[in-house]
């Protein structure tokens, strides 16, 4: 689900997956598993690809912000890529 004020564009939707291009904003995206099924978030130069999982993502293009919050894994993958060299901060709950 998109959130207010947040712009996106579905780049393809097929039978095998989907990518989205999230331009600004934020979304909670829920991937159900789904064997062979390739889903994909871009976000600046940042891009997140998943076989299953929920998570909340965002993207602040004026500063290149990325905030990632994984909500739930199971039976999933989750990969992260990124264009350019960062200072990654980590925030673990325990």
């Known amino acids: ?3 207010p004020k947040s712009r996106a564009r579905l780049a393809t939707l097929d039978a095998v997956g989907a990518h ?13 598993p789904n064997h062979g099924a390739r889903y994909r978030v871009s976000l600046g130069p940042f891009a997140v690809d998943v ?11 004026s500063d290149e912000l990325f905030t990632l919050n ?7 993958r989750f990969y992260l890529h990124f ?12």
């Open 20 to 32: 989205l291009v999230l331009e600004s904003g934020a979304a909670d995206v829920h991937v159900t």
């Open 83 to 94: 264009s350019k060299l960062l200072n990654l901060v980590t925030d673990y709950a325990d």
């Open 70 to 76: 994984l909500l739930f894994i199971i039976n999933a």
């Open 51 to 61: 076989t299953g999982t929920r998570f909340d993502v965002g993207f602040r293009p």
């Open 1 to 3: 689900m998109l959130n």
